[in-house]
């Protein structure tokens, strides 16, 4: 299959010379498309129509552009099983996971769809008399979205469509392992009748595509997720073209077991948030914060719980863990156990990447612990982005506190406690995005703000309301109905 650009509501064919690149499905090797490498051209092009488009998008009422997210999420439902399908042979994750992932895009289509009749502005009183004051949200223009492989559905609906009901147009580069799902979503907005222009997708590397989007003067928004390496370099280039950039990075989340916490359910929670996905969820929980009281048995219980995981083709009913998406990410991880096998952490289980039959043709790596984790080690500090999950002993809250937040990121973080008075201490003090009490790290709902603090972002938030402030600018206005000219700010005293 040779997946083309989505410009101007049409599929076009990529007039640059240079060799498509190959999707494989990770969990076999199995060759499913090609996309083009498109060239900066190509970017003008698309940015030129979504401009154009754009004027005319602006003026469409709110309820009607939101018309159209209520039928791509019809169309999404109709989809869902194709849809979840496509992705999980794409990007590897297992099939309960993908359709709750198209899910989360379709609970964001209907979510955002009932923006078009809030989209709410403030009146406020005026300084001065017979004169009326408001400020509204304006649509910005053009919007350059970048969005990561591991979620390829949910986070590009996170991202397109606040921007498609504030009255934006977008272009988005999805990412190279993952551009099936773009092209399905592509042939959504066009069965639905999306206005040719106002959705656009053209694929191809982040050094081309990606920098000609951020550096082109007509895009006035990026919207970026994907690795901290990646995103810094995003703001260092929208920085010099004084872009406004919204960044989601990485995470190195924690789940905090107190002494008083119920083990059984702490243990399926950590599961869960570490080795769903394979690890590879920004909110994936890579650090265990455990009170010394209840480490052995927690311990126990996890790799009780371990053994019954099963790992293979994500399609086959029943399998809790795919393959990571490509041969660098299971070098990478590996690395990383190396690593921390090198500074004197116990390996109590996993630690190995499987090529025996019938996982030969994939990049299969085992679920992984560790133990006898110290809070500055390299593997409680880095991103590893796979299923290594590391255990820190702690003897108070204060010092799980201490080191939850003692990382760069600050995405999610979780705490395990029955005690009212620990719950609120915690959520209150973890330095993180998003809190859980009482649940794993993973799981955030599309109404609610999505993001992190320091290196997990530069303060924007996906998602929820405050997903609007990125594609919307708030213009104020004021309408002075006195008939004479009133001056403000003059002081006559
Ligand atoms: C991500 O990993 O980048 O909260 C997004 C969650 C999902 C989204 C994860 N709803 O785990």
């Not at 099936?180 to 656009?200: S, T």
């Not at 703000?449 to 290196?455: A, N």
């Not at 997903?467 to 213009?475: F, G, N, P, S």
């Amino acid at each position: 299959m040779e997946i083309k650009n989505y410009i101007g509501g049409e599929w076009v064919t990529s007039h640059s010379h240079l060799q498509s690149i190959v999707v494989t499905n990770p969990a076999n090797g199995e060759q499913l498309a090609t996309i083009p490498r498109s060239t900066a051209s190509e970017v003008d092009e698309a940015v030129a129509v979504a401009k154009q488009v754009q004027k005319s998008w602006a003026l469409v009422p709110a309820p009607r552009r939101a018309d159209y997210l209520y039928a791509i999420g019809q169309r999404m439902k109709e989809k869902k099983e194709h849809l979840a399908t496509v992705l999980t042979k794409e990007m590897g994750k297992v099939i309960e996971e993908a359709r709750g992932e198209v899910q989360e895009g379709i609970d964001m289509a209907y979510y955002m769809a009932g923006e078009g009749r809030r989209l709410f502005g403030e009146t406020t009183p005026s300084e001065l008399a017979n004169k009326f004051a408001m400020s509204v949200r304006a649509p910005i223009g053009v919007v350059g979205l970048i969005t990561p492989w591991n979620f390829p559905v949910a986070i590009a609906t996170w991202k397109s469509f606040p921007a498609i009901v504030a009255g934006n147009t977008f272009i988005w580069k999805p990412s190279n392992e993952t551009p099936m799902m773009a092209y399905e979503m592509g042939k959504i907005f066009e069965e639905v009748g999306l206005p040719g222009g106002v959705a656009n997708i053209v694929f191809g590397t982040g050094p081309t595509v990606g920098s000609a989007l951020i550096e082109h003067p007509d895009v006035r928004v990026i919207s970026f997720t994907g690795s901290t390496t990646t995103g810094s370099k995003v703001a260092e280039l929208g920085g010099k073209h004084l872009k406004k950039v919204s960044l989601e990075m990485g995470g190195k989340n924690a789940v905090i077991v107190m002494d008083d916490a119920d083990l059984q359910l702490a243990t399926e929670g950590i599961l869960w948030s570490a080795f769903g996905t394979a690890g590879q969820r920004c909110t994936a929980c890579s650090r265990v914060i455990v009170h010394k009281d209840v480490r052995e048995e927690l311990e126990k219980r996890l790799l009780e719980e371990m053994r019954k995981l099963t790992i293979g083709d994500g399609l086959d009913e029943g399998v809790k863990i795919g393959p990571v998406i490509n041969k660098a990410a299971l070098e990478k991880i590996n690395h990383y156990v190396q690593i921390g096998k090198q500074e004197g952490a116990t390996l109590l289980a996993g630690g190995r990447i499987l090529s025996e039959p019938p996982y030969e043709k994939g990049f299969y790596y085992e679920p992984t612990l560790f133990t006898n984790v110290k809070p500055d080690m390299i593997i409680a500090q880095e991103e590893i982005f796979g299923p290594v999950v590391s255990l820190i002993e702690v003897a108070s809250l204060d010092e799980a506190i201490e080191v939850n937040n003692g990382v760069k990121f600050g995405l999610s973080s979780s705490i395990f406690s029955q005690n009212v008075n620990t719950i609120f201490r915690a959520q209150r003090d973890l330095d993180t995005g998003i809190v859980y009490v009482n649940a794993g790290t993973t799981g955030a709902e599309i109404h609610l703000p999505f993001g992190g603090t320091k290196g997990t972002g530069n303060g924007h938030r996906d998602s929820g309301v405050a997903a609007l402030d990125v594609y919307t600018e708030w213009k104020s206005i004021y309408v002075d109905y006195s008939g004479k000219l009133q001056r403000a700010q003059i002081d006559t005293e």
